[in-house]
T-cell receptor, first 109, second 112 residues
Framework: QKEVEQNSGPLSVPEGAIASLNCTYS??????FFWYRQYSGKSPELIMS????GDKEDGRFTAQLNKASQYVSLLIRDSQPSDSATYLC?????????FGAGTTVTVRA | DTGVSQDPRHKITKRGQNVTFRCDPI?????LYWYRQTLGQGPEFLTYFQNEAQLEKSRLLSDRFSAERPKGSFSTLEIQRTEQGDSAMYLC??????????FGQGTRLTVV
């Protein structure tokens, strides 16, 4: 079983809609959770960190964490064409930072 | 610029040659990670350091790969006897303990 799994893409949403990205992790003791955005040909960029159960909002982004279900999600509200990218979920299960395979999001104008 | 810096940005080498990459982390960060990424995949963990100690190395990593972080500052990743399968983007990231990690721009390796 992979340490971090993300919902398969690609995900296509119309401009102005909500994009919903999901991620599950296998190690119950994980304490730190992150979402990264990666544009084609570029390196990953940290966009959200979440450490406790519940929701965390930052601008148009909301991260949701449920440790009991070992589940973390990212909502992108009012999606813009500039949000078109691959979104990577990352977890620290022991001491290293482990990534999922990513979900590619395309926002249709 | 106080971000993570990687050098070189691009490297083309012939199969069988050795290559070395350098990473300069954000100065106050004590963790440094190396990843490899190929098209359509997430970053694959290679190794990481806390200060100067190398705490974990991927089981998938062959003995041709070695990394150092002398004095807990910059780090180098060396690949010996390169193979075509080593062609990838090599990413370095740094963090303070278990906080979010920040990536450098990467080194794209092409083995011909």
């Amino acid at each position: 079983q992979k340490e971090v799994e993300q919902n398969s893409g690609p995900l296509s949403v119309p401009e102005g809609a909500i994009a919903s990205l999901n991620c599950t992790y296998s190690d119950r003791v994980s304490q730190s959770f992150f979402w990264y955005r990666q544009y084609s040909g570029k390196s990953p960029e940290l966009i959200m960190s979440i450490y406790s159960n519940g929701d965390k909002e930052d601008g148009r982004f909301t991260a949701q964490l449920n440790k009991a279900s070992q589940y973390v999600s990212l909502l992108i509200r009012d999606s813009q064409p500039s949000d078109s990218a691959t979104y990577l979920c990352a977890v620290i299960p022991d001491y290293k930072l482990s990534f999922g395979a990513g979900t590619t999001v395309t926002v249709r104008a | 610029d106080t971000g993570v810096s990687q050098d070189p940005r691009h490297k083309i080498t012939k199969r069988g040659q050795n290559v070395t990459f350098r990473c300069d982390p954000i100065s106050e960060h004590n963790r440094l990670y190396w990843y490899r990424q190929t098209l359509g995949q997430g970053p694959e963990f290679l190794t990481y350091f806390q200060n100067e100690a190398q705490l974990e190395k991927s089981r998938l990593l062959s003995d041709r790969f070695s990394a150092e972080r002398p004095k807990g500052s910059f780090s180098t990743l060396e690949i010996q006897r390169t193979e075509q399968g080593d062609s990838a983007m090599y990413l370095c990231a740094s963090s303070f303990l278990a906080g979010g990690a920040f990536f450098g721009q990467g080194t794209r390796l092409t083995v011909v």
